[in-house]
């Protein structure tokens, strides 16, 4: 049974950057694909981008392009996310979740807060 | 990109009820949709894929159906744990767009 464990809160000043990890267990890391959703504030889902753990090829959404990296690192079974240049309107819960069957997102994590204030 | 309207936002609704909610993708998505059920502070859970494939260890009471853009998640008799907000989301082209989401409350 996959399991996907994410980092704690964040409180980040305008300007910065922000990295929220998301530890996997229960299942072959390697053979996934993870993709990146957040949340604003009452708002709705928003599909940030993938990785594929083991060719290291990520996929952006256009709106996040040259502001968002995706890594993962196989040795401890860990994907990761990093958005730069915050901003007030990147203030979301962000999760990670595993892919199957195409792109369904069958397993999440909790869910990581990113508040982006002055 | 696709776009995916989901209709309506909102609905109040008592148990026992049947709920429909509706997807409509602006081009066909070939059955790539995905619909989620959100509790308040959790995270989404999947609830069928495949448009009407109904996940391992989700009630029967929930079903999928449609095809080409338009696509449709009913609750045959809701249950008061069914009080959610749905999203369907499409898996057929990057970016995989979801649905504003549709809110069924307790009337």
């Known amino acids: 049974q996959v399991q996907l464990v994410q980092s704690g809160a964040e409180v980040k000043k305008p300007g910065s950057s922000v990295k929220v990890s998301c530890k996997a267990s229960g299942g072959a890391f390697s053979s996934y694909t993870f993709s990146w959703v957040r949340q604003a504030p009452g708002q709705g889902l928003e599909w940030m981008g993938r990785?594929?753990?083991?060719?290291?090829?990520?996929n952006y959404a256009q709106k996040f392009q040259g502001r968002l990296t995706f890594t993962a690192d196989k040795s401890t079974n860990t994907a990761h996310m990093e958005l730069s240049s915050l901003r007030s309107e990147d203030t979301a819960v962000y999760y990670c979740?595993?892919?199957?069957?195409?792109?369904?997102?069958?397993?999440w994590g909790q869910g990581t807060t990113v508040s982006v204030s002055s | 990109d696709i776009q995916m309207t989901q209709s309506p936002s909102s609905l109040s609704t008592s148990v026992g009820d049947r709920v429909t909610i509706t997807c409509r993708a602006s081009q066909g998505i070939s059955d790539s949709l995905a619909w989620y059920q959100q509790q308040p502070g959790k995270a989404p859970k999947l609830l069928l894929s495949?448009?009407?494939t109904l996940e391992s260890g989700v009630p029967s009471r929930f079903s999928g159906s449609g095809s080409g853009t338009d696509y449709t998640l009913t609750i045959s008799s809701l249950q008061p744990e069914d009080f959610a907000i749905y999203y369907c989301?499409?898996?057929?082209?990057?970016?995989?767009?979801f649905g504003g989401g549709t809110k069924v409350e307790i009337k």
């Open positions: 989301q499409q898996y057929y082209s990057i970016p995989f767009t």
């Open positions: 990785v594929i753990p083991l060719a290291d090829i990520p």
């Open positions: 979740a595993r892919e199957v069957r195409g792109a369904v997102l069958d397993v």
């Open positions: 495949a448009a009407s």
